[in-house]
T-cell receptor, first 115, second 115 residues
Framework: EAQVTQNPRYLITVTGKKLTVTCSQN?????MSWYRQDPGLGLRQIYY???????DKGDVPEGYKVSRKEKRNFPLILESPSPNQTSLYFC??????????????FGPGTRLTVL | GENVEQHPSTLSVQEGDSAVIKCTYS??????FPWYKQELGKRPQLIID?????GEKKDQRIAVTLNKTAKHFSLHITETQPEDSAVYFC??????????????FGQGTELSVKP
């Protein structure tokens, strides 16, 4: 089944404890992206990647890191989480970074709480 | 920077009535405008999209219109049903071939359809 998966789905952690949220897609998509969803703010892009080893900042990249060593995986890394990073995180992928219209397929979301 | 404004933030209609959600965008080079529906606790899913060379697109009970001059686009849902209740997000994207792009989301509209 074609899908985007994220792990973990729920995470409660403490300030400063490094964490990684994994994202994987099995559709051979070139483009992958991370968003955070906060009430009243919609979905805001954190980082995106057009292909392996190609990443770029979205609108709210501060406090986050990403890597794209394999086409299917795009982990989100919080080196030193802070309470303002408490949010619902979505990974998304789309087939091709180079065409003007691409449906983005979202993962199930990861609800992160930083105490 | 690029911005997408979405209105209203909440919308309540009676079953069978029509619902209209409006978005304006700031980047005149935007060329792709998708709409996503997010049911409670679920991931956003694409319901319809429109490209900048098209003024209107329909898919059964939903339609999207685009006014490039005014830089706004709207989602129209006719004959609403309770299962249309969800949060709807508009988005705008500018993609340049082989240079990727960012998808900028609106703040979301919570639609409630009362039986």
């Amino acid at each position: 089944e074609a899908q985007v998966t994220q792990n973990p789905r729920y995470l409660i952690t403490v300030t400063g404890k490094k964490l990684t949220v994994t994202c994987s897609q099995n559709m051979n998509h070139e483009y992958m992206s991370w968003y955070r969803q906060d009430p009243g703010l919609g979905l805001r892009q954190i980082y995106y990647s057009m292909n392996v080893e190609v990443t770029d900042k979205g609108d709210v990249p501060e406090g986050y890191k990403v890597s794209r060593k394999e086409k299917r995986n795009f982990p989100l890394i919080l080196e030193s989480p802070s309470p303002n990073q408490t949010s619902l995180y979505f990974c998304a992928s789309s087939i091709n970074a180079g065409v003007p219209t691409d449906t983005q397929y979202f993962g199930p979301g990861t609800r992160l709480t930083v105490l | 920077g690029e911005n997408v404004e979405q209105h209203p933030s909440t919308l309540s209609v009676q079953e069978g009535d029509s619902a209209v959600i409006k978005c304006t965008y700031s980047d005149s080079a935007s060329n792709y405008f998708p709409w996503y529906k997010q049911e409670l606790g679920k991931r956003p899913q694409l319901i319809i999209d429109i490209r900048s060379n098209v003024g209107e697109k329909k898919d059964q009970r939903i339609a999207v219109t685009l006014n490039k001059t005014a830089k706004h686009f709207s989602l129209h849902i006719t004959e609403t049903q309770p299962e249309d209740s969800a949060v709807y997000f508009c988005a705008a994207s500018r993609k340049i071939y082989n240079q990727g792009g960012k998808l900028i989301f609106g703040q979301g509209t919570e639609l409630s359809v009362k039986p």
